[in-house]
Each structure stands twice: as structure tokens, then as C-alpha cells.
């Protein structure tokens, strides 16, 4: 297939979402440039061949869910649940994305070039997100496994009933949640970071800056002494 | 203590009368709480007597009705679920099928006995919390995929395998509670699965991480039918709490079939404090979620799959009767693969129970190799074996249906109605929203 016959225009104020996917999930190769997405849900969901998708505008829920290989970019902002479930590939937002950034992922990088909303994370299995601005409240909640790098500041009970995912925080955090505790950043964890920053194309914050948050796993098996830790 | 009685000797213990506030099982739990210190944690599902298909009868036809031969004359059984927007509906040779139970609390030889013994009798199996297993989807012809809160195992290459999806809301056991499998059952495969290291206890969450309400959901369901590109019919099921309203909503939400789960219905793992006392029975939700599809006009468009308590072709007639599309069995099934067997009765007393009475699923101790992920124990379960018995079980279940149902001079087992059922209790008639047998009254009709 050639580079002319690959590049695909859809404008979604003219063709549905139901047929944009169709041709996505039809599709093993190709670049679709996607022009009046405004804010319908589900854009660019169950992807499952190395596509380039570029979003010119809003995006709705679930943009890019389940995403498998392919290269999902928002140059707008993203609703509710951006790449929720993602197995693999790449997801973009370059402006703010709403709740449940990522939740449940797999594996995979998004990146949110603003900020994500509450629950960024939330229960990640193995995704790496990274987040130029800043998260909110119970953002990392159950969080599983993966690694969650916000530059900016965390809201209220980051990372509560945390497993083994890593986070990564550069500002503030609001407050811990259940079970989630401060650690010490090691060179490795430096070396995480800016890796991870390198993925995400962020070449102006400095990763020794950030601070290392994990699991006390205190709660890892349930004692009754810490029934008080949940409330 | 015996006691004296008018100046006579009593038979022994006839002096003794138990409490019935304090009774010798209320006795026990006290005692076991002022030892431990904590909530008993169980299997199963309410053992409270409550209301039940038991409470109704069926009024088999005389003169006023017409009834089928028997033997001969045809009383079709067939069922399909998701007939409203999915492009390919599951097709079910039986109303009865098996409920999601999840490898993790199952062991893998049980999931397949349960998908070969379903497959055998041409009905659906479904998966549970920690996702589909290979052998899983290969023993099951007709495979239901749920997608819960913990979204454990959740893949899409799985949903697109899948004959259908089941969004998880709740269940009848605990509607409103998240689940926890113990760390002792989290073999390296169960651990695998879910993304978890191996040997801690698991919690499983009680809400979806990605929408909250029925708006959500609505939002939810159209993305699941973007990925399997509007092929698979989506369940929803709930636990039976306020059936009229959640009904309601999950039609408007767009599902394709509502799974309703009875306060009877089993769970791998829970308080028994939530077992026993959160939830309505089966009986008294089965009418209000029938009332709130005819209100909107989607009684048996939009199928109704009820559970919770299904033992028998009664049960199941009586269900159907009341306007569900078919049942689905979890308990029952187990116990038809050797769950609670006689011959287990020694072991199960060496864990503190017997056969017949054994629930502590969570504990992963079955002697039966069921509710384990012990390799050892969960050899010990033959799934050729457990499946045959499953397709017994299930075909027994299909011809006693048949039975009342051509007694009722019905062709085809979903043309039962509640005209056809009375009550035997004032309570039963209430609930079902059927007269008391030898009465025209249904209580709380009419004013009355």
C-alpha cells in the first residue's frame, strides 16, 4: 500500500463513528486524520493493527478503548475513560482528559500533555501514562501494575489500595490514600523517569525532580487490625 | 439437662427448648465472633427461608384449559437472547443456563466440566472475575464474557471471542459488594491472569472504574458494541435490590438482555452478614422487573434471564411463568459436579463442616476439586464426568419443565403466564403478584 493510498480523511460531521471504526477495524495499515470529532464517544475504540489516528478536535469517552497497536492522537481534549483497558500502543491527548484516564490498562503509553481529571489510572494493569500536568483525586485507586509519571500536582488519595504500580509525582499530593506511601527515589527510578519522559516526548522537566510513591502492602493480605485503614 | 416433669422422668431432652431468637446456629456465630473478631466469610448464597418458587403451584389444565400429551406433543424450549440490537443473538437450545463463576474461585477442571455439560445440552456457560481461560472457551460452545468492575483478565481479543458480554452490575449475594478472593487461591496462574503477585488476597471492586449511572453505562454499552462491531448481544445483570428501577434503566442504557440475580443467588466469597441480609428474593423481583420491560414495552424483547435459588424444571417453570425469558443456575451446577457429595463427607468433616453443609468456597480446600486451585484437589474432578452429570442434571431440569408446562397445555415453555400459578401464602401472593391459591386475591391489588 502506498503512502498516498494510506492516508485516510474522515470528518465525523459527516460519516459516523460506527463507520470510521469499521473502516479502522478493517484496516492493517494505514493513517486516518479525523477532522470534527466533537466529542463523540468511542473514536478510534477496539483498534487492533499498528494505524495512525489523529483526532483534530474533542474527543468523548472512551477514545481509543482497548487499543491494541495503534497510534491514537487527540489534539483536543479527551472524555471520560481515554484508553480505558488499552492492551498496547500509543495514545495522545494534547489537551485535559477527563475521569478514568487509563483506567484498567494493560499496557501501552498514554500521555496527557494538560491535566487528567479524577481517577487517572485507576486500577492499571501494566499501562505506562504520563501526564505533563497535573491528576486528580484517587488517581493510581488499585492500581495494579504499570507506571504513573505526573508532573504536576496529585489530588486527594493518590494511589489508595495501591498493589505494585509505580508512581511518580513532581508537585504536591493533596494526601495519600489507604496503604500508599512515600519511597525513596533511587537512580533507577531516575533512570525510569526520564525514559519514560523520553517516550512521551518531554525533554524540559528534569526527572531527579520527582518524588516515588508505592504500596506499603500492609493490606496485601486482610488482618481485622486494619479494617480502620479503609474507612 | 433433663428436667423433671409433674413428678415423672421425661424423655431425654424433652425438657430443652430452644430459642428461636437465640437459636444454636445464632449461639455459634456469637461465639465465633467473641473468638475471632471478624465477620464470618463464606460461600453460597442466603440460607434464610425466604419466599420462593416453593410458595407457588401451577393449575394444571381441566376443562377450562386445554393440556398436551405428555410424550408427543411438541413443547419447544428454544430461547434467544439478544434480539434487540446485536447482529448475531445467542441461540439457545434450553432456558436454563449457567452463571458466570470465575476461574480463581473455580478451579480450571470445574470451568470445563461446567462448559462441556452446558455444550452437551446446547446452552451457554459464563465466564467470571479473572477473564476466560483457554480450555474455557474451547469446552463452551456458547461462551458469555463479563465484563466486571476489577476488569481482571480483560481483553479484547477475549470480547471478540466471546458469544456475548455480560456488564457485571451486581449480584444477588451482595448487591452493592465487591468481591475477594484469598490469597490461598491465588495459584501463579490466577495470579497471571490478574496481574497481581501470586498469594496476596485479591479484592475485586464493587464499582466500574469508568462510569458511574445510567448515562455512563448507556455511553459503556455503545463503545462495547464499537469494539465487537454490534455483534454480540449485551447482557447487563443485576442484583436484586430495586429491580423495577434498575431494569428500567438498563434498558434505556441499551442493553439486550437483563440478568436479574436473586438474594438465593451464590457467590464465591462474601460476608454472610451481606449474604443474609441485603437483597430481595428471586420471587419478588422476577414481577418487578417483568413490570418495568411491559411498561416500556420490551417484555420479551428485551429478554429477561433470571437466577438466584434455581434448583429444579419447577423452578424453572415457575420463573418462566412469571415472564422471564430463561434461568440461570450457578449452586445447582456445582452441586451437579460433585459439590457437597456424600462420599466427600469425611473430608469435608476434617474441615469443619459436612457434606451438605460445606461453604467455605473461599477457603480453596474443596475436597470436591471444585472450589480450589489446588492441583492435587482439583485433579480429583473428572470434567468428562462433571460434565455428563451437568447435561443430566440439566436435561432432567428441561423435562420437568416440560412436563408442567404441557400440563398447562402450553406448546412451547415460554408461553406459561402467571395466570397459570397460585400462591400458597400471603406473602408469596404478594410478592409473585399471583392469587392465593382458591382465591381471586393477590394482595396489594386493587387496594386490597
Redesign the interface.
Known sequence: MSAIESLHDTDLAQTS??EL??AL?AASAGRWQVANPGGR??IA??L?APLEVEIDGHA???CA??N?LATVRVHGNAG??VA??M?SGRVEVDGDAS??AG??A?GGLLVVHGNASA?CG??M??VDIVVRGSVGHLSA??A??GRLVVCGDAGDSLGD?L??ARLYVRGSVASLGADCVEKDLREEHVTEIAALLTAAGIDDVDPATFRRYGSARRL???D?DDAGSFA | MSSSNGGGTSAPGWGLRESATFDRATIAEIQRAAREGIYDIRGGGAKRKVPHFDDLLLLGASISRYPLEGYRERCATDVVLGTRFASKPVKLEIPITIAGMSFGALSAQAKEALGRGATAMGTSTTTGDGGMTPEERESSKILVYQLLPSRYGMNPDDLRRADAIEIVIGQGAKPGGGGMLLGQKISDRVAEMRNLPQGIDQRSACRHPDWTGPDDLEIKIEELREITDGEKPIFVKVGASRPYYDIALAVKSGADVIVLDGMQGGTAATQDVFIEHVGIPTLAAIPQAVEALQELGMHRKVQLVVSGGIRSGADVAKALALGADAVSIGTGALIAIGDNAPALDEEYRALGSAAGFYDDWHEGRDPAGILTQDPELASRLDPELGGRRLANYLRTMVLETQTLARACGKSHVHNLEPEDLVALTIEAAAMARVPLAGTSWIPGRNGL
Do not use: D, L, P, W
Open positions: 463513528v460506527r471504526n469499521q477495524h464517544h468511542a475504540a477496539g487492533t468523548g469517552y472512551y478503548g482497548m491494541q471520560v475513560g480505558e483497558n492492551m475521569q478514568s483506567a484498567t494493560h481517577r485507576i486500577s494493569k501494566g485507586f488499585m495494579q501494575t489500595s498493589y505494585e496485601y493480605t486482610f481485622v
